[in-house]
């Protein structure tokens, strides 16, 4: 059995509701066994004006901390929300999650990208990243 596999089985244990529809536990397989490490992440050093315009951001903080800073234009959708508010994101372009350091923004990532949405991406290192070291900010 694969570590992947041995993850997701006591993953399932821990959650009998997800044990119970074994076709959620094959597709987090698949998903896991094909991703590529770079398919859902973005660097802030990667963010030139051109990507900035382009794109989506998404800050998945809760919005007390978005009310004290935010990467400009950026939406609020606190992270635990995401997969149950995954209609307000677009279907198209590029969608950037972020947090403060990208670990909440990870897991609202894997999740919309398990929901289908391929066309998301976490700001690696989160808005701290973004203000050390972004290539473009407005």
Known sequence: MTLVKSLMMSLCLVSPALAADEAVTDAVIE?????????????PAQLSKDVFQAATFVDVRDAEQYAQSHIPSAINIEWREIPGRIDELPETGLVILYCNTGTLSAQATFATRLLGHENVVVLQTGITGWTETAEYKP
Not at 31 to 43: H, N, P, Q, R, V
């Open 31 to 43: 998903y896991m066994d094909f991703a590529t490490y770079e398919s859902g992440i973005i660097l």
